[in-house]
Nanobody
Framework: QVQLVESGGGLVQAGESLRLSCTNS????????MGWFRQVPGKEREFVAA????????EYADSVKGRFVISRNNANNTMWLRMNSLKAEDTALYYC?????????????????WGKGTLVTVSS
C-alpha cells in the first residue's frame, strides 16, 4: 500500500526558492514512478514533473523546465521538488502521486495513489 504525504509548502516572494517533500509511509517505494502535479481553484490539475523508479529519468512541464528539479531517495522513501525562481503563476496546491507504470507519464489518469497536497503561495 502507498500512503503519500507532502510537506514544505508555504508563502514565498517571487524569485525565491522552496523545496517540497513527499514521503511514502507504505512499502516498495522503488516500485513506483513518481510525479508532482499542481492545481489552482477552477482549473484542471496539471502535470509538473515526473521521475522514474530508480531516479535516472525525469520529465518536466515546459512551464517549470529549467527552474524546478525533481529527485528521490528510495532508501528513505522520499521524493522532492526543488522549486527555484518562483513566479506568482506557480501558486497552487501541489500533489505528489505514484504510478505503477514503468514509463513516465504526464497524465494524471496514469497515477494510482495521491497525497492530499501542500499549498505553495508566491507573492509578486
Amino acid at each position: 500500500q502507498v500512503q503519500l504525504v507532502e510537506s514544505g509548502g508555504g508563502l514565498v516572494q517571487a524569485g525565491e526558492s522552496l523545496r517540497l517533500s513527499c514521503t511514502n509511509s507504505g512499502r516498495f517505494f522503488n516500485a513506483y514512478s513518481m510525479g508532482w502535479f499542481r492545481q489552482v481553484p477552477g482549473k484542471e490539475r496539471e502535470f509538473v514533473a515526473a521521475i522514474s523508479r530508480g531516479g535516472g529519468s525525469t520529465e518536466y512541464a515546459d512551464s517549470v523546465k529549467g527552474r524546478f528539479v525533481i529527485s528521490r531517495n528510495n532508501a528513505n522513501n522520499t521524493m522532492w521538488l526543488r522549486m527555484n525562481s518562483l513566479k506568482a503563476e506557480d501558486t497552487a496546491l501541489y500533489y505528489c502521486a505514484a504510478s505503477t507504470l514503468i514509463v513516465l507519464s504526464t497524465s494524471r489518469q496514469r497515477y494510482k495513489y495521491w497525497g492530499k497536497g501542500t499549498l505553495v503561495t508566491v507573492s509578486s
